[in-house]
């Protein structure tokens, strides 16, 4: 008789919740814990079977009937950024980036606020105190870092945070567990401007992928993440390519 190993991951089904990208229609999760020295390995392994990291929980979608929820990786070796990408480039171009550990901290929370505030005032983030903003950060069992972006002033000063993106590393790829910006910057298209510097970041490091979460047809939510092609969606016969 074949027995399960005494440290694999146990998976749970949560109950119905109203569903945050299409109206009208419920969600459930499975999910598991991503905890100890297994976790890097095992958050591989899931994230490339279309789950999501949450703190130490990995999740996926499980609704009884609805597949909206499709996970999306942008392909490196081939991804070409298009014209209104190579603008928002310039746009941007006095960003400053810089890797840091995974650390809260006061400033990151007042932009984390302002954006929530802002874009997501209904949603299960709007209430979250400093310190569950801290636990969303910190409380990670794999590696993961959190890319600052700050305002360059032309005297070389370096200014404001204006985007922040916590992400965790693969051995295929980037996964960008959440970023939040500058609200009052909705112009500059910082979220897609992000992608685009992980997209260069993951290149530099040889690595094949970005995962960009889920992408959910006829959410204008998500509408963004198709844009940034070529790219694959996770199907029930595996990852397709999209052009």
Known sequence: MTKEPRDAPQFYLTSPAPCPYLPGREERKVFTHLIGLRAPALNDTLTQSGFRRSQTIAYRPACEQCRACVSVRVKIDEFTPSRGMRRIRRRNAELVAET???????????????????RHSDGGMADMSMIDY???????????????????????EIGALVA?????RLSDGLSMVYSFYEPEL???????????????RARAFGLPH?????????????????????????????WVRVD
């Open 100 to 118: 840091r550990p995974a650390r809260a901290t006061p400033e990151q929370y007042g932009l984390f606020r302002r954006y929530v505030g802002a």
């Open 134 to 156: 801290q636990m969303m950060i910190e409380d990670s069992h794999v590696d993961t870092r959190l890319v600052e972006y700050r305002l360059a002033h032309g005297n070389g």
């Open 164 to 168: 922040c993106c916590l992400t965790d």
């Open 186 to 200: 909705e112009h500059r298209s910082l979220g897609a401007f992000m992608i685009l510097d992980h997209a260069e």
């Open 210 to 238: 970005v995962y960009l979460g889920y992408w959910v047809e006829g959410s204008r939510k998500m509408e963004y993440k198709s844009r940034f092609l070529p790219q694959e969606r996770l199907g029930m016969s595996g």
